[in-house]
């Protein structure tokens, strides 16, 4: 099915690795042009080459950690005049209250939290003032299901969940559509490393992981393509009358709420 995005800018933070550039992947499929925000240099580089090459688009990078002062004003200037935004930048710790302290607690929500809700900021009136565009939120269904351990994540998550929602209710009148989306786990480097600590902390062994991850629906953690292909659908004309709300692809695990 075409999209329609063909042509169309795409500002995706976090980019070089994961759910970042998958998403990357999918709207360079499409045949938009990408602008490639986070840390590594060399990832996003490498990346961004292979998009040139295989789908003829426009890929430019700039590397920033998001949760440096200035960095939202760096990735205006380099960002311009996008169509969508998709803000993916940030992984807050997980652990008890007692696991995560201040500092810890206050650098995730700074790259996360705050980078997203910075980055909107800056993004929205220049959108408003083109007649329209879009703000996709990356957000994760800790927001939905609240962890005792994952409580920074949890906390983070619901208030960026609450954020999307204020904002997307409103934001048709300016033309713009707000959206947020809580993927479950995803088959990432970043889950295998879950479930490798959660493996040792509930079974003993990190090698047991195989066995937390048979547990998800299908027996498996969602593809990142399955992912992806929400947020070009999101981002699409074909979404036009999605805006303010919160959807959820975690195979049904935030739904799965049972005595038995």
């Known amino acids: 099915m075409d999209m329609g995005l063909k042509g169309r800018r795409v500002l995706v933070t976090g980019a070089s690795q994961g759910i970042g550039a998958g998403l990357a992947q999918a709207f360079a499929q499409e045949g938009c042009d990408v602008l490639l925000v986070a840390r590594s240099t060399d990832k996003l580089e490498a990346l961004a080459r292979e998009l040139r090459a295989a789908h003829g688009v ?14 939202t004003q760096r990735v205006v200037e380099f960002g311009g005049q996008v169509d969508v935004l998709v ?38 009136p220049l959108m408003k003032a083109r007649g329209g565009g879009v703000i996709l939120n990356n957000i994760g269904n800790g ?6 351990n994952y409580i920074a ?7 960026l969940m609450a954020f999307t929602c204020a904002l997307g209710g409103r934001s ?14 995803v088959a990432t480097e970043r889950i295998a490393k879950v479930l490798k600590s959660h493996a040792e902390r509930l079974l003993g062994s990190a090698e047991r992981s195989s066995e937390l991850l048979a547990r998800y629906p299908l027996g498996r953690a969602a593809t990142v393509q399955e992912v992806a292909d929400l947020f070009v659908y999101l981002a699409s004309d074909r979404s036009a009358y999605t805006s303010g709300t919160i959807i959820t692809v975690d195979g049904g695990i935030s739904s799965k709420r049972s005595v038995a």
């Open 58 to 71: 426009e890929a430019r990078t700039l590397a920033v950690d998001m949760a440096q002062p200035g960095a």
């Open 87 to 124: 803000n993916n930048a940030g992984a807050i710790p997980g652990g008890t209250l007692w696991d995560v302290d201040e500092a810890a607690w206050r650098q995730g929500w700074e790259l996360k939290v705050f980078g997203y809700i910075n980055l909107t900021r800056a993004f929205y």
């Open 143 to 148: 927001g939905q299901n609240f962890d005792f």
């Open 153 to 159: 994540g949890s906390t983070g998550n619901a208030a």
């Open 172 to 185: 048709l009148e300016d033309g713009i559509r707000v959206v947020g989306v809580n993927p479950g786990p």
